[in-house]
């Protein structure tokens, strides 16, 4: 179970080196968005995002303290944030990747979402 958690970790560090990295050349290159050179949507990041989301997709463990149902919400605002930062590379790509990207990134999206309220009581 500790190595579970490690990995997820892991990911998570993962794409928050990630962001840091687009955030610093932004600044760096002194443009008012951020140039996702680092974090850019593709089969890559959709990976690492659906191992950083395992948390919140975690239908087997009980959920009774407020701390663990906290930590799903946080993990969700996590994915949101990392949402937020593949918007501007959607910009780049051609018709048939971007269809494919979208196509799975909602397929997660929907997945994590209805995955973490069935748990929480809310579905």
Same mark, same amino acid.
Request: glycine content about 4%; aromatic content about 10%; overall charge positive.
């Given at each position: 179970?500790?190595?579970?958690?490690?990995?997820?970790?892991?990911?998570?560090?993962?794409?928050?080196?990630?962001?840091?990295? %687009?955030?610093?050349?932004?600044?760096?290159?002194?443009?008012?968005?951020?140039?996702?050179?680092?974090?850019?949507?593709?089969?890559?990041?959709?990976?690492?995002?659906?191992?950083?989301?395992?948390?919140?997709? %975690?239908?087997?463990?009980?959920?009774?303290?407020?701390?663990?149902?906290?930590?799903?919400?946080?993990?969700?605002?996590?994915?949101?944030?990392?949402?937020?930062?593949?918007?501007?590379?959607?910009?780049?790509?051609?018709?048939k990747s971007l269809l494919a990207?979208?196509?799975?990134?909602?397929?997660?999206?929907?997945?994590?979402?209805?995955?973490?309220?069935?748990?929480?009581?809310?579905?």
């Amino acid at each position: 179970m500790v190595l579970i958690g490690i990995y997820i970790s892991m990911a998570s560090l993962f794409c928050i080196f990630a962001m840091a990295l %687009d955030l610093l050349n932004g600044f760096r290159i002194r443009k008012f968005w951020f140039p996702t050179k680092y974090f850019s949507l593709n089969a890559a990041s959709i990976t690492v995002i659906a191992v950083a989301m395992k948390l919140p997709v %975690d239908l087997t463990s009980p959920m009774p303290d407020r701390i663990d149902q906290v930590g799903k919400l946080g993990s969700l605002a996590f994915m949101c944030t990392m949402m937020s930062n593949l918007m501007p590379s959607l910009a780049s790509m051609d018709n048939k990747s971007l269809l494919a990207n979208i196509t799975t990134l909602f397929i997660l999206v929907i997945t994590v979402i209805v995955n973490s309220f069935i748990p929480l009581g809310l579905m």
